[in-house]
């Protein structure tokens, strides 16, 4: 079937949920638990109530648009994605996968489609992990790969727990009730900008996921001495900046250095303390995201950025805290359900390729749940959690006609 | 003479001004233009007023606290420091020489000294680089260092002009009129805690200054790729970070590099974009500290952080600006204040060395109107900018005592 994509109408939603941001657009931040979060939450709701869906919220805050199928007994095909947004972010990232469902809900009824099994829309919750420095929470807690003790002991940068915040939401309940069994579902599918160059680069429409390289992040804490910038002659100093400035060199050269070609490892985050410009830093704080598809490669990537960050700080004489915060495998796609959606490309016409995603998405802890896919559309450049991160209505009409055609066969 | 201090007293006031704090105790922030840094602006005031102090404030916040001599005609003697902090610096930097200037006159009344020329205590506005960027904002526009339209021009974090806070401000006038002319005062005198190890290590009570370092400060700013952390591939990434953690060590390596033992150089600034865990930097900016007295060694210090910066930018394909935002040259004290300093403290029975000052103070800029030199104290390991700064009341009662004889010699 050919479900009548409406560009125009879901261009719209993408535009306005942009427009809920915590910092001028262009640029988008929407942090779990700001004013922000809660209106875009609120719009979402909006459109599913305007479709006719049934509407849940778990205790964590994922969001459920329910469309019922003939047989509600049998598990539901699952879709969605997630609509926080890391700070100075685009609108595209998270966004197409949800608004997109949406939009595919609304012209498959348009069509007369008459689901067997039930399709739902999830919306995750804090799939960024801006707040407690880690991703997914949502589908982390839906999957059991987080406990709910764990969860609830989460600390944001402020102290605050997740346990105190959910005190303060109207949908917060017991965390115990988010888990799902496995089965629960039939399938979950997640639309998504590829957040790479590679669609774009070889002129393809469509991506076919098969694969979501593990990501694992480890956080670094150098303390040296501080003191006065002009005062302490070099000899003297434990500059916990310049330990920390070896160990982002480390890092890039360990993911240069390992057998596997999509080995990655980033600094992202980097706190300096006192952070004044006449000051000797004494205290430095680094996130390290390292991933692969290839669980061999990244755990000799690790290990080689552990020894290079002990043998900095036993040289330079500057404590060192490093601990591994996660660190998940890869995940398998589900064969049967990438064969489906080649399909559905395939008889809507568009060029398409079978990938490998390294970004991570919920879609890696619903693996855990249900077989599972994922559907790329290309992105400018590759960039993503940017500004300037953008996809085509063009490209969003044609991953969301796919996201519609497979959602229409696994339901029936 | 020998002057009374009352250590008990003097530390009183430096307790309670360093409870006027924007972070926890013993922590002290104060920032230009915090509420708190007004509130100090007003304990200080108090205290001039229960000396029966004459009272003046210029217009851009430097406060006058001035005793008449029994020729004030005669150029007045001159002493005091600041009592702004840098985020979560410690209670003594700045605020001894402030409130030792403040017991000494209080001593030297009671010990029924009579001067000749008048003694003027000054508050320096924001000698602390915090807000604009730049030190001794009070000192440069004194002294004409600093143009008043350059100085009205700075700007922020937050993007607001000084000449924007300066109408906000009760004591705001035109800035024109904060510039004094050469032979306005006779002499100043800075007491001080040395902010380095030496006179510590020595077991010496006093230094006395005859040079002072030249400071110079560059700001480099890194502008790279973003993009998500896990999906670009390491050999197209242009990682600001990574240009910025290299350049880091090259000013490290800079500096000790130099013919003289005395240059430094520092990066205590550091500012990742969008600072996000999974999110790979595409915009950093730092700030860099060089200092020596030795003018020579400090150009090539700064010629070789250049080109080493030049270098990475061009290796690792990253946009860099890089400007000097000052650059000013060491200070001699002058040769018959620091006998008159030496003396005073001889007389008291203290033990002394000359030295020079690595850090940079107010005197730097005084240096351009009048005879100078700075009483220097020790304090603990050296350390200072850091809550757990420390001299002890045995040692700021001795600075104090040598400030009071010292002035009292000065200004009969």
């Not at 000899?235 to 999509?262: F, G, H, N, Q, W």
Request: glycine fraction near 8%; hydrophobic fraction near 40%; charged fraction near 25%.
């Amino acid at each position: 079937m050919k479900p009548e994509i409406d560009p125009s109408g879901l261009m719209r939603w993408i535009i306005e949920l942009s427009e809920i941001t915590e910092v001028p657009p262009p640029a988008v931040t929407r942090v779990l638990f700001s004013k922000e979060d809660h209106a875009a939450r609120n719009y979402v709701r909006q459109i599913a109530e305007a479709l006719d869906l049934e509407w849940r919220v778990d205790a964590c805050g994922n969001q459920f648009a329910r469309w019922t199928g003939s047989n509600a007994a049998l598990p539901a095909v699952a879709t969605g994605s997630h609509i926080d947004a890391i700070p100075n972010a685009g609108a595209y990232d998270g966004v197409v996968g949800v608004l997109g469902s949406f939009e595919a809900i609304r012209a498959l009824k348009a069509a007369g489609h008459q689901p067997i099994r039930s399709i739902e829309i999830i919306t995750f919750t804090a799939e960024e992990p801006t707040r407690f420095g880690i991703g997914c929470l949502g589908s982390r807690l839906m999957s059991g790969n987080l406990s709910s003790e764990h969860a609830a002991a989460l600390k944001d940068t402020g102290g605050k727990s997740l346990a105190d915040w959910l005190t303060e939401q109207p949908w917060g309940g017991l965390l115990d009730s988010v888990r799902l069994e496995i089965g629960h579902y039939a399938a979950f599918i997640e639309l998504h900008i590829e957040q790479g160059p590679l669609l774009e680069r070889e002129g393809l429409d469509i991506g076919i996921v098969e694969k979501i390289a593990g990501p694992a992040t480890l956080i670094a804490r150098w303390t040296g001495n501080g003191g006065h910038a002009g005062a302490v002659l070099m000899p003297e100093r434990c500059d916990a900046l310049c330990a920390a400035a070896e160990m982002i060199v480390a890092v890039e050269t360990a993911a240069k250095k390992t057998r596997s070609a999509d080995t990655v490892a980033t600094v992202g985050l980097c706190e300096v303390h006192p952070g004044a410009i006449n000051s000797i830093p004494c205290d430095v704080r680094m996130g390290i995201d390292v991933r692969d598809t290839d669980i061999e490669a990244r755990t000799q990537c690790i290990e080689n950025i552990e020894s290079a960050a002990h043998e900095i700080a036993e040289r330079r004489n500057v404590e060192l805290k490093l601990e591994t915060l996660h660190a998940e495998p890869p995940a398998i796609c589900d064969d049967q359900l990438v064969l489906l959606a080649l399909e559905s490309a395939q008889e809507l016409g568009f060029t398409m390729r079978k990938m490998i995603s390294r970004a991570y998405h919920d879609t890696l802890f619903m693996a855990e749940l249900c077989p599972t896919t994922m559907l790329f559309i290309p992105c400018r450049n590759g960039w993503s959690h940017r500004p300037d991160e953008f996809s085509s209505p063009e490209q969003i009409e044609r991953g969301t006609a796919v996201l519609a055609n497979l959602l229409a066969r696994a339901s029936t």
